[in-house]
C-alpha cells in the first residue's frame, strides 16, 4: 500500500494545495506537516515577542504567534486557537489565564443539571471569541496559500468545563438520559462557533472532544457521541478534524463513519493499527509523542516516529496534541524536515528510521524493545 501513495507529483504545490489534497487521498509533492491543536513553546512566544496570555485574547499577538508555527516551525498549516478556553470565557464560564509557560484552564461548576445550562445571548460577540475570529481573517489576509485551521470544542469537552470533569463524568454513569440532554444543548455552541470560524476563513476546523481512552471506552463513545458527531460533520460544512487523546483503536473505526475528514490521532496507538481501524490512512493526522520525544528527546527520535506514520500511509504528520509550551524547537523543526524529505528516502533508511521509532503502552510509557 505504501508503494501506491508513493507515486510522487513533480509540481511543487502550495501548502493549502498540499493539506487539502492529502486530505482527499489525492497524490502529492510530499507528505504535509500539520498542527490540528497547538505547536507553538515558549522559545517561539519569545521570538514573535507574543506571549500567553495575552496571545489567547489578542487577535494581533494571537496572529503573530500562530504564523510562527508556518514561518519558523515549517508547517504546511496554521492554527491560532491555542488553548481550550476560548468559547468557555466568550459564554461565562470562569477561566485561570496563567502566564507564559503553563495553559490557560476553566475551573469552577456552573452546572449540574442539563436544565442549567444558559448561554448569554450574543456570546459570540464576546472579545475572546472575536480575536479568535479576527485573527483567522488576518492570517487569511497574510498567507492565503496556507492551510488555516480553526478550533471548536466538542460537547463533551464543553460538559468538562460547565459541569467540572469528575461530575460530568459521573453524570454519564447516573443519569445517561440527563447527560444526552445536556450533550444537545452544548452541541448548539460548537456549531455556532464552528460556522463563525469558517466564515471568518478557516480552511477546517479542528473539533475536541475529550472523551479520552483513559477516562471514556469505545462503546461509551458510541453511545453518547457517535449520532452527536455525525450531527457535526453535517451541520459544518468544511472539512473537521475531530480530536480525542489516548489509546482511541476501539473507537477509530466508529470515528470514521461519522463524516468527519480526519481524527487526529495520539502515539499510545501505532499507525498501522490506526490506518487499520479507521480504514483510510488520509482520516489520519498525526501522532507524534508529545511528553517523551518532543519534550525530552532529541531531534532524530520526532524523525523517527514521523516516517513511522509516514511508512504506514499517513500523509498529514503533527504532534499529536497541543504540544508542551518548553519543549525544544530543534525538536518541533524535525517533522517538517521529515515530510520534505520523505519523498527521498529509499525504502532501505526509512525501515532504519522507523526501528528507532519508541513504542508506548496505555500509560504513554515507553515500552522497551
Ligand atoms: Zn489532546
Redesign the pocket.
Same mark, same amino acid.
Given at each position: 500500500m505504501a508503494q501506491e501513495l508513493d507515486k510522487w507529483i513533480e509540481t511543487e504545490l502550495t501548502p493549502k494545495e498540499r493539506v487539502t489534497r492529502a486530505m482527499e487521498g489525492k497524490p502529492l509533492d510530499r507528505p504535509a506537516a500539520v498542527n490540528p $491543536?497547538s505547536n507553538i513553546n515558549v522559545d517561539l512566544m519569545n521570538l514573535t515577542n507574543s506571549p500567553f496570555p495575552e496571545a489567547h485574547r489578542n487577535p494581533e499577538t494571537m496572529t503573530n504567534l500562530a504564523e510562527a508555527g508556518h514561518t519558523i516551525l515549517g508547517f504546511d498549516t496554521i492554527m491560532p486557537v491555542f488553548s481550550i478556553i476560548a468559547e468557555s470565557v466568550a459564554l461565562g464560564i470562569p477561566v485561570d489565564w496563567m502566564e507564559k509557560d503553563n495553559w490557560a484552564t476553566c475551573r469552577g461548576v456552573l452546572c449540574h443539571a442539563p436544565e442549567d445550562l444558559k448561554f448569554p445571548k450574543d456570546w459570540i460577540k464576546n472579545e475572546t471569541a472575536v480575536a479568535v475570529l479576527d485573527c483567522l481573517k488576518e492570517l487569511k489576509r497574510r498567507h492565503p496559500e496556507v492551510y488555516i485551521i480553526g478550533k471548536t470544542m466538542g460537547p463533551w469537552t464543553m460538559g468538562y468545563h460547565w459541569f467540572g470533569t469528575e461530575n460530568f463524568l459521573l453524570m454519564s454513569y447516573d443519569d445517561p438520559d440527563a447527560t444526552l440532554k445536556a450533550l444537545h444543548i452544548m452541541k448548539e455552541t460548537t456549531i455556532e462557533f464552528g460556522l463563525a470560524q469558517m466564515e471568518a476563513g478557516a480552511d477546517a476546523l479542528t473539533v475536541?472532544d =475529550?472523551a $479520552?481512552g483513559d477516562l471514556v471506552s469505545g462503546e461509551y463513545y458510541h453511545k453518547f457521541l457517535y449520532d452527536l458527531h455525525c450531527e457535526l460533520s453535517e451541520a459544518i460544512p468544511i472539512p473537521l478534524i475531530m480530536?480525542? /487523546?489516548?489509546r482511541t483503536v476501539d473507537r477509530m473505526g466508529w470515528i470514521g463513519e461519522t463524516g468527519f475528514a480526519s481524527f =487526529?490521532f495520539?502515539s499510545k496507538n501505532l499507525p498501522n493499527e490506526s490506518v487499520e481501524a479507521i480504514g483510510d490512512a488520509k482520516k489520519l493526522i498525526g501522532n507524534i509523542n508529545n511528553p517523551t520525544v518532543l519534550f525530552t528527546r532529541g531531534p532524530e527520535f520526532a524523525y523517527a516516529e514521523a516516517v513511522r506514520a509516514m511508512n504506514a500511509g499517513v500523509r498529514c504528520i503533527g504532534p499529536? /496534541?497541543?504540544v508542551p509550551l518548553i519543549a525544544p524547537t530543534e525538536n518541533l523543526k524535525a517533522i517538517g524536515q521529515a515530510v520534505r524529505d520523505y519523498p527521498t528516502l529509499s525504502e532501505a533508511k526509512r525501515a532504519e528510521w522507523e526501528a528507532m521509532a519508541p513504542e508506548y503502552d496505555i500509560m504513554g510509557t515507553v515500552i522497551e524493545k
Open positions: $491543536t475536541p =475529550h $479520552t480530536h480525542i /487523546c489516548g =487526529h495520539d499529536e /496534541c497541543a
